[in-house]
């Protein structure tokens, strides 16, 4: 029978309810853990976690949470088992790696595609290290990322695609690490890049020369800056769009205005029959390893979205539209459960 692998075992695929794709319950740049001013401690921020999951659990239904935070953004098995066993909210881990200009430290980036796929396979079945150390927290799902920090789109890179050499070595281990498993693929974009190409499809065309299946890979921040044919050529081709940053204006204006265009743009996907092709997700940060808040530092809106405001705000605005519960549940329960499962 297929599982979803949580960080504190594995649960039926039924098991799963209502499940947030793409949330970080720790996100920390790599450096962070040296700096003086971003000295931390684990019972305190997983009381603090714990209490905002157990809340949407208990308020708004939520069973499961993606953490889709890699190693090298501050993934911490121990506080992730400790927020799930606070909360009662399943926390499905990531194994892989962030986009290269932000992640994929020095010594990663040296690595074969074969190395890189056999630590993946054991994050997912012995369990992910941390500080050198074997934790007995199993990863669920792979991330792998592309694109630069904006505001300009990505330079273009190997084979002709804007997808730098360490990132396509991550995305053809991700491949691997995939078909050996069976585990779901969880991405990140970068929006800009959206505007000059489609890097969604340039991701899957790599996946899928290594064997990937489409229909297992959630495509991570495609609605900020789209045009309705690149989402539809995602999903001609057999991948799950993630409905991201609802509540969080990343590079528009306000809340609201991306909220309107996110929904837009899902009414008219689920009008040419593509409902089993989408999943929601804040990418809330729900705790942030970081110093002060500077010019080089700015705050962001990740730390502050309301914890409710999906179901509050965002599927009111949905509902107006003519998307109802069925429709509702099949993005939140029914997709996620499809796709974690393995
Ligand atoms: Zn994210």
Known sequence: MAVIRTVLGDIPAAEAGIALTHEHIRYAYQGCEFDHRNVWDLDTVAEEVGRAMRMMRTEYGIRTIVDLTPPDIGRHPELLAETSRRSGV???????????G????????????DYI???LVRDLTEGMVYDNRLTPYRAGIIKTATGGMGPHPTPIGVNGRRI?????????????????????????TQPVDYKVANP???M??????????????MMGHVFIFPEFEQLDALCRRGAVLQVDHVGIPWMHDSAEELDEQLAILVCRLVDRGYIDRIVFSYDRFFSHGRGPITAEEPDQENTRVPLGWLFDSFVPRLAKKGFGKAELDTVLIDNPRRILAF
């Open 164 to 188: 730098g050499p360490a990132e396509d070595r991550v995305i053809r281990a991700a491949a691997r690490a995939q078909r050996q498993t069976g585990c779901a693929i969880g991405t990140h």
């Open 117 to 119: 796929a056999e630590t």
């Open 90 to 100: 399943h926390v499905v881990a990531a194994t892989g790696f962030y986009a290269e």
């Open 200 to 202: 969604g499809i340039e």
């Open 204 to 217: 899957l065309d790599i996946l899928e020369e290594e064997g990937a299946d489409p229909g297992k890979v």
């Open 102 to 113: 932000m992640g994929i430290g020095f010594y990663w980036r040296r690595k074969s595609v």
